[in-house]
């Protein structure tokens, strides 16, 4: 009769339930020990740091880059006047991620003022 009990579909899932919630609730004490979101906030701000050097030293890609993070926020408040900054110094050096980027700010008018005749210009540098 108690075997019976024991292999009965109830049982199982009262089991199984059981095993699920002392597991849940052994766990939810950890914590890691950095933070996820701290450290690749540290990660983007030592990025940031580094490609500022090199952007300022003239350096395209660097300058590109930097401008994909101000775009986005990533290690930097999002500031797309930065953003369109750094873009159009790599733009003029012709790089042609830049020049693209570039040109979609000025379509849609975030970080310089709307124009469609910039945005075409812009994008049609790169493929020149």
Request: aromatic share 10%; hydrophobic share 40%.
């Amino acid at each position: 009769m108690i075997r019976d009990q024991l292999t009965s579909p109830r049982f199982n899932i009262a089991f199984a339930l059981s095993l699920v919630c002392f597991t849940i609730s052994a766990c939810a004490d950890n914590k890691p020990a950095v933070e996820a979101s701290t450290n690749k906030r540290a990660e983007y701000e030592a990025t940031v740091k580094e490609l500022r050097k090199s952007a300022e030293a003239g350096d395209a890609s660097a300058q590109y880059r930097l401008g994909l993070l101000y775009d986005v926020g990533a290690g930097v408040s999002p500031n797309y006047g930065q953003a369109k900054e750094w873009f159009e110094k790599a733009a003029k050096q012709g790089h042609a991620g830049a020049q693209a980027n570039l040109g979609t700010l000025y379509l849609q008018g975030r970080g310089a003022p709307q124009s469609s005749q910039m945005a075409l210009f812009w994008r049609q540098s790169k493929e020149m």
